[in-house]
């Protein structure tokens, strides 16, 4: 559609793990993949002007809107996520930002739930009301919640496949259901999840978010965001991306079509290792709870055989003897680094308590479940038993907390 370079047509109906090395790649002078291609603006042609009448969007015009670079990022989480379309921003609340600001208007309601990403939990509940519209905070582990929220002038119903940083597992099919029958728009953050573990638009969502910066990317390397789904939907938000900018760089877009080839390889070294590390937390005398949909104690084990059946590489567990505890067991580890984000091949920890959930009240903490000495884990692809004696050493050290 861009006019520049040339795609693969075999990989149009091929299977994952093609499509993450191949779709969307434009292949300019032979190369065998998507070149950087930094242009801020393109030649003027008689081929644009009737891109534009087709799908301004897919039309290479001026690189504050799109560059070959972000369209072929969004081609390939479109066909990964089997959606119809999709648009590339330089993050995920970019993404998020502009979905809302897209489909949302003075007057309107969306329900959403309190263990939401942070970013998006503040845009929702303190940005939007400022321009007249409002939410409603559910239960993500009750749909029949999110029902009893639907208000006349709701249109929106969010969620996350999986919850941060409890790990709560959505019914994915159950809020689909719940949005088609009450006419409302779907909307799905798919980051922690990722494409190879979880299609939410096969289970009837319109649109699907990803903060790039997590597994797609895959390296720690890169901030960028999208969101994919229904064509005319897109076609919406990409008109936001006009107005507001959010545009991403082509050497970013770059990085994060190199690391999407080896989403469904990276994928299953994750979810491995830390049903792994689960598994052994799990009876671990230093460890009072393992939040992991691998672990058949897990209260959302059943949904998550049904949502997220290949597993999920984020761990979260509650270390004994409180916050201090906790902090030092992160601060005695010697491989697994201390550190934000996740998603990378390397693993990393923090306790939500001074990080992510630093400005969240300690009761309303609790309640979410993020208790004293909860720890929160992004498994790596390392080799799993230097990554257990690492927190088995960095536990021993902690017993002192306990016994004093
Ligand atoms: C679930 C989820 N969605 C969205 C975002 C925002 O993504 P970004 O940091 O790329 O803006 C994050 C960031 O941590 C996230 O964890």
New binding site residues.
């Given amino acids: 559609m861009s006019g520049i370079g040339t795609m693969r047509k075999k990989c149009l109906d091929s299977r994952f793990g093609t499509k993450a090395v191949w779709h969307g790649t434009h292949i300019i002078e032979g190369s065998v993949v998507t070149p950087i291609f930094n242009s801020s603006t393109y030649q003027l042609t008689d081929d644009i002007y009737d891109g534009w009448e087709e799908g301004a969007q897919h039309t290479l015009l001026y690189s504050r809107v799109s560059s070959l670079n972000s369209e072929a990022v969004a081609a390939r989480v479109a066909t990964l996520e089997n959606a119809e379309d999709g648009e590339m921003f330089d993050?995920?609340?970019s993404a998020?930002s502009a979905t809302l600001l897209a489909l949302l208007s003075k007057g309107d309601h969306m329900v959403g739930c309190g263990d939401m990403?942070g970013?998006?939990y503040g845009l929702i509940t303190e940005d939007l009301p400022r321009f007249g519209i409002e939410a409603t905070m559910a239960d993500i582990r009750d749909p029949s919640s999110y029902a009893a929220a639907i208000k006349p002038n709701t249109k929106i119903l969010y969620v996350?496949t999986i919850t941060?940083p409890v790990l709560k597992v959505c019914d994915l099919e159950a809020m689909a259901a719940i949005a088609k029958k009450n006419n409302l728009i779907a909307i799905c953050?798919n980051?922690?999840a990722s494409p190879w573990a979880c299609n939410p638009i096969s289970m009837g969502f319109d649109l699907v978010i990803h903060?790039?910066?997590?597994y797609l990317g895959g390296h720690s390397d890169l901030?960028?965001?999208l969101v994919v789904g229904n064509k005319e939907l897109i076609s919406e938000i990409f008109s936001k991306k006009i107005t507001m900018g959010g545009a991403a760089d082509p050497n970013m877009c770059f990085l994060l079509e190199r690391g999407i080839k080896t989403l469904h390889v990276r994928m299953p070294a994750h979810t491995q290792n830390a049903a792994e590390l689960a598994k052994r937390l799990n009876v671990h005398p230093m460890i009072e709870s393992v939040n992991h949909c691998s672990l058949p104690d897990y209260a959302d084990y059943q949904v998550a055989q049904r949502i997220i059946p290949k597993g999920n590489g984020m761990l979260s567990y509650v270390v004994k003897g409180g916050n201090e505890a906790a902090l030092h067991y992160l601060r005695s580890l010697e491989l697994i680094f201390e550190a934000t984000?996740l998603g990378g091949v390397e693993s990393l920890a923090e306790c939500p308590f001074n990080t992510s959930h630093m400005f969240v009240p300690e009761e309303v903490r609790n309640e979410l479940g993020i208790v004293p000495g909860f720890v929160r884990m992004s498994v790596g692809i390392e080799d799993v038993e230097d990554l257990w004696d690492d927190m088995d050493n960095a536990l021993e050290s902690t017993k002192t907390f306990v016994n004093s």
């Fill in positions: 993050s995920g609340m998020i990403y970013g998006a996350e941060n953050d980051t922690f903060s790039g910066s997590k901030i960028g965001g984000s």
